[in-house]
């Protein structure tokens, strides 16, 4: 059984949702909460379980990924 909850949310976000996503903004909103959830599970539960915040925290500063990208590629082609 779902609940109905008011939301406000600034109406350009609704506009390009509601042109890109080709579902309900109800479903949308429902799976990030569901997102969200899960996550905030994992994180309690799990330590070894890196949010994306926390992979953005523990990125190493500097690097270019397509340079990175670039060379790797380099040093696996035939």
Known sequence: MGVKI???????IIETIKREAKKPVSKIVEESLVTYSTISFLEKFN????S???VK???KKG????EVLRRLRDENLP
């Not at 330590?47 to 890196?50: A, D, L, R, V």
């Not at 690097?63 to 397509?66: N, S």
């Open 6 to 12: 008011t939301l406000s949310i600034d109406e350009k």
């Open 47 to 50: 330590p070894e379980f890196i």
């Open 52 to 54: 994306p915040e926390k």
């Open 57 to 59: 925290e523990k990125r």
């Open 63 to 66: 690097l270019k990924a397509e």
